[in-house]
Structure formats: C-alpha cells, structure tokens
C-alpha cells in the first residue's frame, strides 16, 4: 500500500521559513511529478509548487521567489523550502505524487494527510 507522509509544518513568525518534507512509501513502481498543494480555511486547495522526474519545476505566482521545491527521486521524497513567510501563507500543505503503484500500468495521483502551517503577524 502506498503512503505519503508529510512533516515539518509547525508555526512561525511572518518573515520566518520552514522546510516541509514528503515521504513516499509503499510498493512503487515509478514516480512521476510531484508536488505540494495547500488549503486555507475558506478557500478551496491551491498548487503551490510541482516539480517533475526531470527537475522542472512550477511555482504559483504567489510564492515565486520565495519558496524552492526540490526532490530526492532516489528515495521518493519531495521537500519544500518556504522563506520570507506571510501570514497569508498560513494553511494546511499537502503532498501530492503522480505514481505507479507495484505491479501496475496505469499512474494514480496519491495525497499525504497534510501538514499545518501558521505564519504569526
């Protein structure tokens, strides 16, 4: 059965950074893009930064020179690296993978169970 599992949220103060990781477990084949999505109270789930196998990467325009994804494809992890951050950033961070479970053909998206961050005024 395949996991993701998220850690590293926590609070902290406007101006501040955090690093969030994803780890994915299980019996996988290959994993694809990966990514990180969050959802405020209120507010339906946003992208906030995609990277694929190959290392390219997308950012919401929101956190564009402020936040750095990166992967560890050898380990199946995903990490996030916020800086400089704002108190509307405050909201819960999920991890998203685009993975091929053992023994299948077809690639299925996965969600880890989400991490929360506040960012303090």
């Known amino acids: 059965q395949v996991q993701l599992v998220e850690s590293g949220g926590g609070l902290v103060q406007a101006g501040g950074s955090l690093r969030l990781s994803c780890a994915a477990s299980g019996s996988i084949d290959s994993v694809n893009a990966m990514g990180w999505y969050r959802q405020a109270p209120g507010k339906q789930r946003e992208l906030v930064a995609r990277?694929?196998?190959?290392?390219?990467?997308n950012y919401a325009d929101s956190v564009k020179g402020r936040f750095t994804i990166s992967r560890d494809s050898a380990k199946n992890m995903v990490y996030l690296r916020m800086n400089s951050l704002k108190p509307e950033d405050t909201a819960v961070y999920y991890c998203n993978a685009d993975l091929r479970p053992g023994g299948s053909d077809y690639l299925y998206a996965y969600w880890g169970q989400g991490t929360q961050v506040t960012v303090s005024s």
């Open positions: 990277i694929t196998r190959g290392g390219s990467t």
